[in-house]
């Protein structure tokens, strides 16, 4: 069966730091990954999507970054954090063909202090 | 581009009373639609989706969705809510980019 990991649960960083969060699947193969930002009332905001080894795409201009080393493991980092980055980061994965229902990991907690 | 209305945000309700939660969605095509919830510190899942076919869709744990493609909406209900159903839902539109757009979500409370 497949399985999504993500971590750290949890992280407390300092503006100006860096920031690398990982992202992994197992039990499948060329699956699409996403990152999203869960904020309390806002839904979920896709910040980037991958179809493939070093295909990245981004959804929206900010302060953050993704890559796609391996076929199962998607990053997000950033140089330096802000602290309007603070929130709760999930990674999702689903089949290739067409997409259809996503898979979500248990999420990261950043708070940036 | 797709958009995606979550018209209650937060709904509070009493156990064994009937739940409707409206989705509405912008996009002239083809459309996936999916229902997902996220439980109290668990991870986000699947409720229920609609592809093609029957335009009422059922989900897990008794809910049912109804596509509505004149009024482009996916709505989903359960006739009688239990306390365990306690969660965030959150509505999603999948159109031609294949790339899914979310609902801001809806917190519903059951209370015992």
């Known amino acids: 069966s497949q399985t999504i990991h993500q971590w750290p649960a949890t992280l407390v960083q300092p503006v100006g730091s860096p920031l690398s969060l990982e992202c992994t699947v197992e039990g499948t193969s060329n699956p699409n990954l996403y990152w999203y930002r869960q904020a309390a009332g806002r839904g979920l905001q896709l910040l980037f999507y991958?179809?493939?080894?070093?295909?990245i795409s981004s959804e929206v201009p900010q302060n953050l970054s993704a890559s796609r080393p391996q076929d199962r493991q998607f990053i997000l980092s950033s140089k330096k954090l802000l602290l309007s980055d603070s929130g709760f980061y999930l990674c999702?994965?689903?089949?290739?063909?067409?997409?259809?229902?996503?898979?979500f990991g248990p999420g990261t907690r950043l708070t940036v202090t | 581009a797709q958009s995606v209305s979550q018209h209650n945000h937060h709904v509070i309700l009493s156990e064994a009373a009937s739940l409707e939660l409206g989705c509405n969605y912008s996009?002239?095509?083809?459309?996936?639609l999916f229902w997902y919830v996220q439980y109290p510190g668990q991870h986000l899942q699947l409720l229920l989706k609609y592809f093609s076919g029957d335009p009422l869709v059922k989900g897990i744990k008794g809910f049912e969705a109804e596509f509505i493609k004149s009024k482009f909406s996916f709505n989903l209900r359960k006739p009688s809510v239990q306390w365990s159903d306690t969660a965030e839902y959150f509505c999603a539109v999948e159109g031609g980019s294949y790339i899914p757009t979310f609902g801001r979500g809806t917190s519903l409370i059951v209370h015992p």
């Open positions: 996009y002239g095509g083809t459309v996936n």
């Open positions: 991958s179809v493939g080894i070093g295909q």
């Open positions: 999702a994965w689903s089949g290739r063909q067409g997409a259809g229902e996503q898979y």
